[in-house]
């Protein structure tokens, strides 16, 4: 059996990125997924963000990955066809200038870690030929876009207060997102560590306010949204 990915045209899919990009169509490739399918050998997830996590949570992951993961040679090789036209796909689209987004369809396929997916989603963006900017963007700006929210992605007046503090650049690479420093939700600053430990004991987390927006500087109520600097 030939692998699909193969047998692509480039003409075909210089066509349909064309047509992507000017239908205005966003392209979510979710390459974890096939990654998690294509490969033989289980990733080391130690270095994503809850990727040590114990507890009921991670062992029905785990047992999940046990079911999907072993396929027969015919499987994979499909796996590997569908993660090279992804692949293909995202070079010309991005290259157009079309819209390209960070998702990870989690927990669908195999090792495709809830929360700390996300982290290898941009990994492997950047591995498919994306820049780390483009990366990041699909996961924040570009994302926003994609689900007609400007309130979402980006830190500007009036937009929601959600947002992550790393070490390091990520911009130099994109891998530093993993090493998370402070996360922000609705304008509340949370520790890493107290929230993985939350996870790990497997209880609710508490209500956090969901209204908390980015205030412009001095006093006075927050700028409404859309009328700040992209």
Known sequence: MTPLGRTLDPARLGELAARTVAAGTALVPTLSVHEGLAEEDAPDLGQL???????????????????????????????????????EMLRRVAALGGTVGAGTDTPASAFNLPGGGLHRELELLVAAGLSPLQALKGATSAAARILERPDLGVLRPGALADFVVVAGNPLEDVRRTRELRLVVRGGQ??????????????????????????????PGPAVPPGSGTP
Do not use: C, F, I, K
């Open 49 to 87: 963000p809850l990727g040590t996590l114990e507890g009921p949570v991670m062992a029905a992951l785990r047992a999940q990955w046990a079911r999907t993961h072993p396929l027969g040679a015919g499987a994979r090789r499909v796996a590997r066809a569908d993660r090279r036209m992804a692949h």
């Open 189 to 218: 600053a949370l520790s890493p560590d107290a929230l993985r430990d939350t996870a790990a004991a497997h209880d609710v987390p508490a209500q956090l306010s969901s209204s908390g927006r980015v205030r412009a500087a001095g």
